[in-house]
């Protein structure tokens, strides 16, 4: 029999067959060790194999080839990479200038890592009544920032409803992942674009302006219009996995593009005579914030880097 996986609240899977039917699921013991780098070898948006048993449950025998996924390093295990969903059409990135702060390096960790595995990203940046002047002119310099580079963006606010006539379009007969830091809002959006949801939400610190976890697994709920949104976890800090520093610059768009001018192929970017990104970081084409974070994650050798609250 054969399904979607549209739950996974730890050891069990919830599958939806084909004909309609919720399945609860779990993953032979032979099948997980195949997945020897991955804490999770069954994720939300698998098209999965399933054997049916007596008691109305069933185990994953073998999973569909992917078309894409996201992926970071654990957080417990840092040798190991956790997978948050797989089989995406896009990913939003729900980003708060403040309440809490989404810092750059934490989001181009996340556009890299989408480059990576090719998944297309829209930066949503929430919370549009509590900014002052000087919050929404920073948000505003990022909006031009990661547009020019070819990024979608969009403003909302999830409280009163601004933009969601363009997110919602956005999402229609798409499969795409909600991401980002605890307390940026992301289950206040799916609510507001999903009456029927009911997602667990919380307030931030007021004292920290950070935010606290209230959704624990990850699912798929159905658009009313068709397509899914992928509730998951948030997240503090995304450590980039399976990347060569060579390769680095190739999930950097503007970076790679200036690159093809270095005098040497294998320019790393950093020090090396005739070096075109270097010379188009001092003429402002790349901006500082963007070459600090290419910069940043090949210095992730250093395996608690990570861990800080990118």
Same mark, same amino acid.
């Given at each position: 029999?054969?399904?979607?996986?549209?739950?996974?609240?730890?050891?069990?899977?919830?599958?939806?067959?084909?004909?309609?039917?919720?399945?609860?699921?779990?993953?032979?013991?032979?099948? $997980?060790?195949?997945?020897?780098?991955?804490?999770?070898?069954?994720?939300?948006?698998?098209?999965?194999?399933?054997?049916?048993?007596?008691?109305?449950?069933?185990? &994953?025998?073998?999973?569909?080839?992917?078309?894409?996924?996201?992926? $970071?390093?654990?957080?417990?295990?840092?040798?190991?990479?956790?997978?948050?969903?797989?089989? /995406?059409?896009?990913?939003?990135?729900?980003?708060?200038?403040?309440?809490?702060?989404?810092?750059?390096?934490?989001?181009?960790?996340?556009?890299?890592?989408?480059?990576?595995?090719?998944?297309?990203?829209?930066?949503?940046?929430?919370?549009?009544?509590?900014?002052?002047?000087?919050?929404?002119?920073?948000?505003?310099? /990022? &909006?031009?920032?990661?547009?020019? &580079?070819?990024?979608?963006? %969009?403003?909302?606010?999830?409280?009163?409803?601004?933009?969601?006539?363009?997110?919602?379009?956005?999402?229609?007969?798409?499969?795409?992942?909600?991401?980002?830091?605890?307390?940026?809002?992301?289950?206040? &959006?799916?609510?507001?674009?999903?009456?029927?949801?009911?997602?667990?939400?919380?307030?931030?610190?007021? =004292?920290?302006?950070?935010?606290?976890?209230?959704?624990?697994?990850?699912?798929?709920?159905?658009?009313?219009?068709? #397509?899914?949104?992928?509730?998951?976890?948030?997240?503090?800090?995304?450590?980039?996995?399976?990347?060569?520093?060579?390769?680095?610059?190739?999930?950097?768009?503007?970076?790679?593009?200036?690159?093809?001018? %270095?005098?040497?192929?294998? %320019?790393?970017?950093?020090?090396?005579? #005739? %070096?075109?990104?270097?010379?188009?970081?001092?003429?402002?084409?790349?901006?500082?914030?963007? =070459?600090?974070?290419?910069?940043?994650? /090949?210095?992730?050798?250093?395996?608690?880097?990570?861990?800080?609250? =990118?």
């Amino acid at each position: 029999m054969h399904g979607l996986v549209i739950r996974n609240t730890g050891s069990w899977y919830s599958v939806r067959t084909e004909g309609g039917q919720t399945v609860e699921c779990k993953v032979k013991g032979n099948f $997980r060790l195949k997945a020897i780098k991955n804490t999770n070898p069954v994720v939300i948006g698998d098209r999965v194999e399933i054997e049916m048993n007596n008691e109305g449950t069933a185990f &994953i025998t073998a999973i569909d080839d992917r078309k894409n996924y996201m992926i $970071r390093r654990s957080s417990n295990l840092s040798r190991q990479s956790h997978i948050l969903a797989a089989n /995406l059409d896009q990913a939003l990135l729900v980003v708060t200038v403040n309440y809490p702060q989404t810092t750059t390096v934490f989001i181009d960790r996340f556009l890299a890592t989408a480059e990576a595995y090719s998944v297309p990203v829209v930066l949503v940046f929430n919370k549009l009544d509590r900014y002052d002047d000087d919050d929404t002119e920073y948000m505003e310099a /990022l &909006i031009r920032l990661y547009q020019t &580079i070819g990024y979608s963006c %969009c403003r909302v606010c999830a409280l009163t409803g601004e933009g969601f006539d363009e997110l919602t379009a956005m999402l229609t007969g798409k499969v795409s992942l909600v991401s980002g830091h605890s307390g940026v809002g992301k289950s206040t &959006i799916i609510n507001r674009i999903i009456p029927g949801a009911n997602l667990k939400t919380n307030v931030i610190s007021e =004292y920290h302006k950070k935010g606290m976890h209230t959704t624990t697994f990850s699912e798929m709920i159905p658009l009313p219009d068709g #397509g899914y949104l992928i509730d998951t976890p948030g997240i503090k800090g995304f450590g980039t996995i399976e990347m060569e520093g060579v390769e680095v610059a190739h999930y950097f768009p503007e970076i790679f593009k200036f690159s093809a001018d %270095c005098r040497y192929r294998n %320019c790393t970017h950093r020090n090396e005579p #005739g %070096c075109a990104v270097l010379q188009a970081v001092a003429d402002h084409y790349i901006s500082e914030s963007r =070459y600090k974070s290419y910069l940043n994650i /090949l210095e992730d050798k250093d395996e608690g880097k990570y861990r800080e609250a =990118y």
